[in-house]
T-cell receptor, first 112, second 111 residues
Framework: SAVISQKPSRDICQRGTSLTIQCQVD?????MFWYRQQPGQSLTLIAT?????????ESGFVIDKFPISRPNLTFSTLTVSNMSPEDSSIYLC?????????FGQGTRLTVV | TQLLEQSPQFLSIQEGENLTVYCNSS?????LQWYRQEPGEGPVLLVT?????EVKKLKRLTFQFGDARKDSSLHITAAQPGDTGLYLC???????????FGGGTRLMVKP
């Protein structure tokens, strides 16, 4: 199994600012995933982060808006840049643990 | 692109009722998983189905995988308020390291 610590758990931010979300895993993993989720709805994959290489972004998500760092095998950050109210959502990081996915508790972001 | 469609999107029932959630894929995944998510938490794995025709039971939850391995269902017997949550089906890719999620089913069980 894997234990994921994600922070902050929630934040309220002004439009035009940026927020960096941190994800710490208790074991070394090759791939880390960042998802966005509207409350009560399913998860949308933003990008896959591999250590030592640039993240791979899904359609509709770009690096300038959601820069990702992956400095080592246990840590990653996702930045939501130049925020607008449309970025209000829950952001989750995840890792694949051989047979199942493990998730952080999520960061609930509100942009005002 | 592999897609997973879940139905219904939302279900509100009384305690003690039975329900079924469906997950249909446009193609075959190596396996299919069901996750449950409660508010403020990340999804947690309930079950993995791999073989066509497979049936797995987890207390009052019964999971089925279609013979063609493109559809699955989750049946809950005698639902309880503790079953309330978001149920997600997810297909595992052929490399076995990535998920494609269905649209989710939000279940509310009223006492």
């Amino acid at each position: 199994s894997a234990v994921i610590s994600q922070k902050p758990s929630r934040d309220i931010c002004q439009r035009g600012t940026s927020l960096t979300i941190q994800c710490q895993v208790d074991s070394q993993v090759t791939m880390m995933f960042w998802y966005r989720q509207q409350p009560g709805q399913s998860l949308t994959l933003i990008a896959t982060a591999n250590q030592g290489s640039e993240a791979t972004y899904e359609s509709g998500f770009v690096i300038d808006k959601f820069p990702i760092s992956r400095p080592n095998l246990t840590f990653s950050t996702l930045t939501v840049s130049n925020m607008s109210p449309e970025d209000s959502s829950i952001y989750l990081c995840s890792v694949w643990g051989f047979t199942e996915a493990f998730f952080g508790q999520g960061t609930r972001l509100t942009v005002v | 692109t592999q897609l997973l469609e879940q139905s219904p999107q939302f279900l509100s029932i009384q305690e003690g009722e039975n329900l079924t959630v469906y997950c249909n894929s446009s193609s075959v995944f190596s396996s299919l998983q069901w996750y449950r998510q409660e508010p403020g938490e990340g999804p947690v794995l309930l079950v993995t189905v791999v073989t066509g025709g497979e049936v797995k039971k987890l207390k009052r939850l019964t999971f089925q995988f279609g013979d063609a391995r493109k559809d699955s269902s989750l049946h809950i017997t005698a639902a309880q308020p503790g079953d309330t949550g978001l149920y997600l089906c997810a297909g595992v890719n052929n490399a076995g390291n990535m998920l494609t999620f269905g649209g989710g089913t939000r279940l509310m069980v009223k006492p």
